[in-house]
């Protein structure tokens, strides 16, 4: 292997920890603990490792949280309701709705509702628009979180070509965003992009956020690059399952100058970027009076 590992896992751990240290300078300053409502409907497992490992790092990064576990039965207008709620407590600076949401209740008019200012998963169109045109905001956390890994090896991006796999609103665009900012020249390629390999082997940048177990391989890698694998699959392998990213880390590590795996990569970053934009948010509301 030639590529250096990019430990987002460290990373993310000595994120937390200034995050923690800043949200009791706060607390001491101006009598504020950083609020994160997290809002979970139904029993989807997956959802709920999420949650329980987002209410891990509140408690380790000095955030309050508050948490709504409601029945699988609950209707649109009461999510509604307390979404409503949650935007008129001074006491909340992050809201957060686990997705997915019961087929009963339309998850964009949920998110919606959120106020723009406590969006901390960046996911409000207010919020996507803001990044888009270079306004303060909340920037979706795995992009952010991805940004922070490639600033720590390549923090100029001047020049420089970007591929981002992947054109979803919470992952594949708002990285492009970023990357863009950051003076890199961004493509964005997806699920109709033509000789996709060709395209990744110009990347010095490749940002693979797909949800295809190991279909980037090492052959699609210009050496030297940075790759940021943000896919997080599970797989069999000799009846086990095991979690794999979008790239074959095996490969594209015998060619990449810095490479993240899976688990231990973008993982731990996302969930350290909510706590970072629940602490930013109780900054700007601190500014507002
Ligand atoms: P998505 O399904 O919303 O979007 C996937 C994108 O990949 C689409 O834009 C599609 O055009 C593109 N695509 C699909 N097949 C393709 C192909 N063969 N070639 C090129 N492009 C193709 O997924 P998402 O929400 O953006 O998530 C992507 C992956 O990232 C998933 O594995 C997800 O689990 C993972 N994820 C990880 C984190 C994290 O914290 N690390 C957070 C969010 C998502």
């Not at 937390?16 to 989807?44: F, N, Q, S």
């Not at 420089?160 to 961004?186: C, E």
């Not at 090492?218 to 940075?226: E, H, I, L, N, R």
């Not at 993240?260 to 507002?288: E, H």
């Amino acid at each position: 292997m030639t590529a250096q590992i990019i430990d987002g896992f460290a990373v993310a751990a000595s994120l937390r920890k200034d995050i923690a240290t800043r949200a009791a300078e706060m607390k001491a300053a101006h009598g504020v603990v950083p609020g994160l409502a997290v809002i979970l409907v139904g029993e989807d497992p997956a959802s709920q490792v999420y949650v329980r490992n987002k209410l891990l790092a509140t408690a380790e990064c000095g955030v309050k949280s508050l948490e709504y576990k409601l029945p699988v039965t609950t209707s649109e207008a009461e999510v509604l309701e307390l979404v409503a709620s949650l935007n008129a407590n001074p006491e909340v600076h992050g809201i957060l709705v686990q997705l997915p949401l019961p087929k009963q209740i339309n998850a964009d008019k949920v998110l919606g509702l959120i106020d723009p200012d406590k969006d901390v998963d960046g996911f409000h169109p207010m919020n996507a628009g803001r990044l888009s045109v270079g306004l303060p905001g909340f920037v979706p956390c795995t992009p952010r979180g991805s940004q922070i890994l490639i600033d720590a090896v390549l923090p100029d991006l001047a020049g420089k070509h970007a591929v981002v796999i992947g054109r979803s609103n919470i992952v594949g665009k708002p990285m492009a965003q970023l990357l863009l900012q950051k003076n890199a020249t961004v493509t964005i390629a997806h699920s109709k992009t033509a000789d996709l390999p060709a395209l990744c082997r110009t990347a010095d940048v490749l940002v693979a956020a797909v949800g295809r177990p190991q279909m980037v391989k090492g052959s699609w890698v210009k050496p030297g690059a940075v790759v940021i694998d943000v896919g997080i699959n599970r797989i069999e392998v000799d009846g086990k399952g095991k979690l794999v990213g979008d790239v074959d880390f095996a490969s594209a590590a015998e060619v990449a100058g810095h490479i993240t795996p899976v688990p231990r990569g973008v993982g731990p970053m996302t969930i350290a970027c909510l706590m970072l934009n629940t602490l930013d948010s109780a900054t700007r509301a601190i500014k507002a009076g």
